[in-house]
Structures are given as structure tokens and as C-alpha cells.
């Protein structure tokens, strides 16, 4: 009689997927990397940032995590963290203002996916 309403889409999520598809497909190595998304809560460091990279000796284990679907969050952290959007828009070559929560939310990614792979190519697969 009802019908089971699905989950709404998370803000951005459609761009984190095709995000993390275009990675893959350019570094096969990442499929090992999981991914989960998780609320930031007051006593967890992920309140000044929004995502955190996980290494493990278990390929099954690592894991970047990210905040999603908290626009609030997003909002702070472009407050608490704007001398950094103002050096990564000059590395880009634009404005800080362009970096909006989406594009914040795809750097964020990108850059735990980037320790991700850093990982998997120096550690995981060359142990010392």
C-alpha cells in the first residue's frame, strides 16, 4: 500500500561519482579504495575538515571517508579554511568565490583519493 520512499541523493553525489568513475578508469590501482560516507559530529577532528584518508596493511581496508550531505559543514570549513581555498583558487587560477561547496566538496575528495594512491603505489604494494 505504501511505497518506500528511497533515499534522497546527497548533495553533490552525482559529481563524486563521476569523479571517483574518471579516477578509476585513469588509476586501475584505486579500486582497492573503498569509499563511506560519514556525518561530522563536535568531538570529531572531521568537524575542520570533510573527508580523511584511512591507510591499513589489509588491501580490504583502505579507505577514504567523506562528509556529505551537510552544506552547513561545508559552509564552516569555507569560513575556518579560507586562506586555504584562497591558495588552492591561485593554484587553479581563479577567484576563491568560484570555489563553491560542490567544487570544495570534489577537491576535498580528490585530495584523500590522492593519499589513497600515494599509498597503495608506495606502501601497499612496496612494504618496507
Do not use: C
Request: no cysteine; proline share 5%; glycine share 8%.
Amino acid at each position: 500500500m505504501f511505497k518506500e520512499i528511497p533515499p534522497a541523493p546527497q548533495p553533490f553525489e552525482k559529481e563524486l561519482g563521476n569523479a571517483w568513475t574518471i579516477a578509476l578508469e585513469t588509476y586501475p590501482e584505486l579500486s582497492i579504495l573503498k569509499t563511506e560516507k560519514i556525518g561530522a559530529s563536535k568531538e570529531d577532528f572531521l568537524q575542520y575538515t570533510a573527508g580523511e584518508f584511512v591507510a591499513s596493511n589489509d588491501s580490504q581496508k583502505v579507505l577514504v571517508r567523506m562528509v556529505l550531505g551537510d552544506i552547513g559543514h561545508l559552509e564552516g570549513l569555507r569560513t575556518a579554511r579560507k586562506t586555504a581555498i584562497e591558495i588552492i583558487a591561485g593554484k587553479l587560477g581563479i577567484t576563491p568565490e568560484r570555489i563553491d561547496n560542490k567544487v570544495l566538496s570534489l577537491l576535498i575528495f580528490l585530495h584523500e583519493v590522492g593519499h589513497g594512491w600515494d599509498y597503495i603505489l608506495n606502501y601497499l604494494n612496496n612494504p618496507l
